[in-house]
């Protein structure tokens, strides 16, 4: 997938498109139809399939210190949307500057113009344009004059709850791993750079990788058993997310300790992917005590997974 950042570097002699427009932060199974949408509607019109997303996430600039925690980065995002099998992604700057353009000049100059749209899909609540005034029943309205065909995705739900990455968000902040996997259609991961840490793992006994998450950790403090990867290997490991009381710790960490492996992970992306939720986080008496409780930690990961 083309991966095209910026509007005025996505070129005006590309082929007409069928575009699927939406942050998508999540790229949850109500994004993946919007998404699939647009790549069947391209197939069977001879179009190019694009899907035309935001960075940063519009709350960041309409509503700050209100932002929902991100379920995926950038990069996740855009390689979740490519493995839907779309031709290109649009990142589009979120701006003031564009928060404030008027929805009919978006879907003029931007979708019909600038992406030569011949197709628009978007979900059923999908808002746009100044004052997020835009939505599916004015985008019907304007692509009946500018030769746009619309397609509006109907609401989806999965077990009777809504697909949508605030379900999402609450099932996760409450530990809800299978609910959230659920909606996502996958199990939900955290990612970030391995650093040096205190080596407590190590002296007893199980050495943990520190793991820098590059989003916010929205599942609460516990143990976890989960899938690690690095690299294009993936292996079993416990993770613990929180404070380290036993130790009088403050800040919030994340640790992994790999199963039956010994690997220098220094400065290597680490991805982890939570399966079930073992245990709270609780403060030991001692060293020993929690040396005990981690390797039976580690059993009931392996039973787990």
């Given at each position: 997938?083309r991966?095209?950042?910026?509007?005025?570097?996505?070129?005006?002699?590309?082929?007409p498109?069928a575009?699927?427009?939406?942050?998508f932060?999540?790229?949850?199974?109500g994004h993946r139809a919007?998404l699939?949408t647009?790549?069947?509607?391209?197939?069977?019109?001879?179009?190019?399939?694009v899907?035309c997303?935001?960075?940063p996430?519009p709350a960041?600039?309409l509503?700050?210190?209100r932002?929902?925690g991100?379920?995926?980065?950038?990069?996740e995002?855009?390689?979740?949307?490519a493995?839907?099998?779309l031709?290109a992604?649009?990142?589009?700057d979120?701006t003031?500057a564009?928060?404030?353009v008027?929805?009919?000049?978006?879907?003029?100059?931007?979708?019909?113009?600038h992406?030569?749209?011949r197709?628009?899909?978007?979900?059923?609540?999908?808002?746009f344009?100044?004052?997020a005034?835009?939505d599916?029943?004015?985008l019907e309205?304007?692509?009946?004059r500018?030769?746009?065909?619309?397609?509006v995705v109907?609401?989806?739900?999965v077990?009777?709850v809504?697909v949508?990455s605030?379900?999402i968000?609450t099932a996760?902040?409450?530990g809800?791993?299978?609910?959230?996997?659920?909606?996502?259609g996958r199990?939900?991961s955290?990612?970030g750079?391995?650093?040096?840490?205190a080596?407590?793992?190590?002296t007893l006994g199980?050495?943990?990788?520190?793991?820098?998450?590059d989003?916010?950790v929205?599942v609460p403090?516990g143990?976890y058993?989960?899938?690690?990867?690095?690299?294009g290997?993936?292996?079993?490991?416990?993770?613990?997310?929180g404070?380290?009381?036993?130790f009088g710790?403050?800040?919030?960490?994340?640790e992994?300790h790999?199963l039956?492996v010994?690997l220098?992970?220094?400065?290597?992306?680490?991805?982890?992917e939570?399966v079930?939720?073992?245990?709270?986080e609780?403060k030991?008496a001692?060293?020993g005590?929690l040396?005990?409780?981690?390797?039976?930690?580690v059993e009931a990961?392996r039973?787990?997974?």
């Amino acid at each position: 997938m083309r991966i095209v950042r910026g509007l005025r570097s996505y070129p005006r002699e590309s082929p007409p498109s069928a575009v699927a427009l939406g942050v998508f932060d999540g790229v949850h199974l109500g994004h993946r139809a919007i998404l699939g949408t647009a790549a069947a509607r391209a197939a069977e019109a001879g179009l190019s399939s694009v899907a035309c997303t935001f960075d940063p996430h519009p709350a960041e600039v309409l509503q700050p210190g209100r932002t929902p925690g991100l379920i995926t980065t950038l990069d996740e995002r855009l390689d979740l949307i490519a493995a839907t099998g779309l031709d290109a992604a649009l990142v589009l700057d979120f701006t003031p500057a564009l928060a404030a353009v008027e929805p009919e000049a978006f879907v003029k100059e931007v979708l019909a113009d600038h992406l030569r749209a011949r197709e628009v899909v978007v979900g059923f609540n999908h808002r746009f344009g100044r004052g997020a005034r835009g939505d599916a029943r004015l985008l019907e309205s304007l692509g009946g004059r500018l030769g746009l065909r619309v397609h509006v995705v109907p609401p989806l739900a999965v077990d009777g709850v809504p697909v949508s990455s605030t379900e999402i968000r609450t099932a996760l902040r409450r530990g809800d791993l299978p609910g959230a996997e659920r909606l996502l259609g996958r199990p939900y991961s955290l990612g970030g750079l391995v650093q040096e840490g205190a080596g407590r793992g190590r002296t007893l006994g199980f050495p943990t990788a520190n793991v820098r998450p590059d989003r916010p950790v929205l599942v609460p403090s516990g143990v976890y058993a989960c899938r690690a990867a690095v690299d294009g290997a993936r292996y079993r490991a416990v993770v613990n997310i929180g404070v380290r009381p036993t130790f009088g710790e403050s800040s919030v960490v994340v640790e992994a300790h790999l199963l039956d492996v010994s690997l220098d992970l220094y400065g290597r992306r680490l991805v982890l992917e939570l399966v079930a939720r073992l245990r709270e986080e609780r403060k030991f008496a001692s060293p020993g005590e929690l040396r005990g409780q981690i390797a039976r930690d580690v059993e009931a990961a392996r039973g787990r997974l």
